[in-house]
């Protein structure tokens, strides 16, 4: 609201029109099935060239697992000096997940074979190989989009609460019950993130000004399959206009 003010009074008292674009939701992706796959890089233009080649094995983790990277590797397959460049790799591509463009949380890779070359072999030749060997495998985990969940009260006269609670279904929100807060009731709901734009705008219409709100982080959860598709294409429109 504060924002659009704003924006009003640069357009009425100085001529600026401003763009605005919604504010980015903080998804992320997740997986839901264990695979593995292979991942080289090689490279020759004359001269030196590049090679490093690895075998990684990747499974979920449970929410808040975070990320875990174990060295399985026996017999010098790959020397210790290029390992943790496979991980340096992995954890980059993990940035850029694989259904949206969202970090990828709450996995465990293993390292468990791989190639090297006595000469072409290096940090950088590795590193590659654990972004290719991510990139074959997590498509074959079953990525998810997880969206995050936001719980929230909202306090609103009694002649607006049934005004208030149909809004908030229509946002997918789940209502968790009521209260009465003095001369208010106090309605608690989790609410996805993506659905609470411009939120403060229709309180202020619905409830005539006399509603507040707040909200906090409660918790990640599969996003359902339109909102992945829709956020999916989303992103990749975005990067195609950057390119």
Not at 183 to 200: F, G, I, S
Not at 209 to 221: D, E
Request: hydrophobic share 35%; glycine share 10%; proline share 6%.
């Amino acid at each position: 609201m504060h924002v659009e003010v704003i924006v009003d009074r640069l357009r009425s008292r100085f001529g600026v029109e401003v763009n605005l674009k919604p504010p980015q939701v903080p998804y992320q992706e997740a997986l839901r099935k264990e695979a593995k796959a292979h991942g080289r890089h090689k490279k020759q233009s004359g001269g030196r060239g590049q090679f490093g080649d690895c075998w990684i094995r990747m499974a979920p983790l449970p929410r808040s697992g975070g990320y875990v990277f174990e060295d399985g590797i026996v017999g010098g397959a790959i020397p210790g000096k290029f390992i943790p460049a496979v991980d340096r790799g992995i954890q980059e591509a993990a940035l850029r997940g694989v259904l949206a463009g969202c970090p990828m949380v709450d996995f465990k890779v293993e390292l468990f074979d791989g190639k090297y070359h006595d000469v072409d072999s290096n940090e950088m030749s590795f590193k590659m190989a654990g972004i290719l060997a991510f990139r074959n495998v997590s498509s074959n985990c079953k990525p998810v989009l997880l969206e995050p969940i936001m719980e929230v009260e909202v306090w609103t006269p009694d002649d607006y609460q049934g005004a208030v609670m149909g809004d908030i279904s229509s946002r997918r929100g789940h209502i968790l019950g009521t209260d009465k807060d003095g001369r208010l009731t106090k309605v608690k709901a989790l609410v996805p993130e993506a659905e609470l734009d411009r939120y403060a705008t229709t309180l202020h219409s619905l409830t005539h000004g006399r509603g507040t709100y707040r909200m906090k982080f409660h918790v990640y959860q599969d996003a359902p399959p339109d909102v992945t598709a829709k956020v999916t294409e989303g992103r990749k429109k975005e990067l195609e206009e950057a390119k």
